[in-house]
């Protein structure tokens, strides 16, 4: 049981350049989340679903996109990367409701040049 | 809105007992957790309170009183390994599956010898 696991763990872009991040669950949950964290900042939500075929705006969407494809796939696109998107994202997936404990990914790590 | 606060940092000595305050201000709580992140790595789960009162589970603690927005993580007989952030969450109601979690900045122990 690999729990949740992401990829790359590490990634340097320039600006202006795309990518995608891929997060994935074994557990068979039904939600999944992702997050990013910031010095001083805390961890803050992007996007979420809470099912296969599903999505919805966290706390601070802007400038990224998500799709959930398939159960246990989540995917983090940046369409055109940003200085301000240097972070690490975390990804994370509860059983069923919201108020399940979350289990996050190891992590990735995200400099925008 | 939601607000979350914890302290920044705190200091303690190897076998003692400390404690982490989290206060927090939302509208719709409908839980708290607690994380334990070390350094580089993912959130690990700790704790979960919904109802007042203590919860306890080995060497670790957590209270809650509702009424007053309050929260406390009790780590007894502190081990070196203990030295982490320690981040505390409230979970906002948003109406059944759109329930949120809204994590503070994190408290950074260090244990000392």
């Known amino acids: 049981n690999a729990g949740v696991t992401q990829t790359p763990k590490f990634r340097v872009l320039k600006t202006g350049q795309s990518m995608t991040l891929l997060c994935a669950q074994d557990?068979?949950?039904?939600?999944m989340y992702w997050y990013r964290q910031d010095p001083g900042m805390g961890l803050r939500l992007i996007h979420y679903?809470?099912?296969?075929?599903?999505?919805a705006k966290g706390e601070v969407p802007d400038g990224y996109n998500v799709s959930r494809l398939k159960k246990q796939n989540f995917l983090l696109g940046l369409e055109s990367a940003a200085p301000s998107q240097t972070s690490v994202y975390f990804c994370a997936s509860s059983p069923q409701r919201g108020t399940d404990t979350q289990y996050f990914g190891p992590g990735t790590r995200l400099t925008v040049l | 809105g939601q607000n979350i606060d914890q302290p920044t940092e705190m200091t303690a000595t190897e076998g003692a007992i400390v404690q982490i305050n989290c206060t927090y201000q939302t509208s719709g709580f409908n839980g708290l957790f607690w994380y334990q992140q070390h350094a580089g790595e993912a959130p690990t789960f700790l704790s979960y309170n919904v109802l007042d009162g203590l919860e306890e589970k080995g060497r670790f603690s957590s209270f809650l009183s509702r009424s007053k927005g309050y929260s406390y993580l009790l780590l007894k007989e502190l081990q070196m390994k203990d030295s982490a952030s320690y981040l505390c969450?409230?979970?906002?109601?948003?109406?059944?599956?759109?329930?949120?979690?809204?994590f503070g900045t994190g408290t950074l122990l260090a244990v000392q010898p």
């Open positions: 969450a409230v979970i906002k109601e948003g109406g059944g599956a759109t329930n949120k979690l809204i």
């Open positions: 557990m068979n949950h039904e939600y």
């Open positions: 679903s809470v099912g296969e075929g599903t999505t």
